[in-house]
C-alpha cells in the first residue's frame, strides 16, 4: 500500500512561503519510472498543476508559478517538498502531492497515487 502524506503549516501570511512536505511509505520517490507532483485546488476552482519532480531528481514547473516555486527531496527521508514564496490570498487552496507513471502535465490521469490533500490559507 502506497500511502502519501501532506505536512506543514496551515496558515501562511502574505508575502511568506507555503512550505509543504509529502511523506511517502510503502515505495521509494526513487523508484525508476516514477514522478512525484504537486497539485493545488483553489476554493471553487478546479485542479491545477504545479511541478513534480522525477525519480533521478529532474525537476519541471507550471510556467506561472516557476519563478516563485521550489520542489525539492531528501531521499533519506523519502519526502518530497513544495515551496511556494511570496504568497498571497490567491494562493489559499488545498495542497495534494501525488504520484504517477509521468508528471500530470500532459494530464492529471497520469497521477495514479494521492495524497488526502492539506488546505493551506493565505491571509493576514
Known sequence: QVVLQESGPGLVKPSQT????????GDSITTRSRYWT???????K?????GAIS????RKY???LKSRTAISRDTSKNQFTLQLSSAAPDDTAVYFCCA???T???????LDTWGQ??????SS
Not at 507555503?18 to 511509505?25: A, I, K
Not at 525519480?55 to 529532474?58: I, L, S
Request: hydrophobic share 35%; net charge negative; charged share 10%.
Open 55 to 58: 525519480y533521478d531528481g529532474d
Open 104 to 110: 500530470g502535465v500532459l494530464g492529471l490521469s497520469a
Open 62 to 64: 507550471s510556467p506561472s
Open 38 to 44: 504537486w497539485i493545488r485546488q483553489p476554493p471553487g
Open 18 to 25: 507555503v512550505s509543504l512536505t509529502c511523506t511517502v511509505t
Open 46 to 50: 478546479g485542479l491545477e498543476w504545479l
Open 100 to 102: 504517477g507513471a509521468g
Open 117 to 122: 490533500g492539506t488546505l493551506v490559507t493565505v
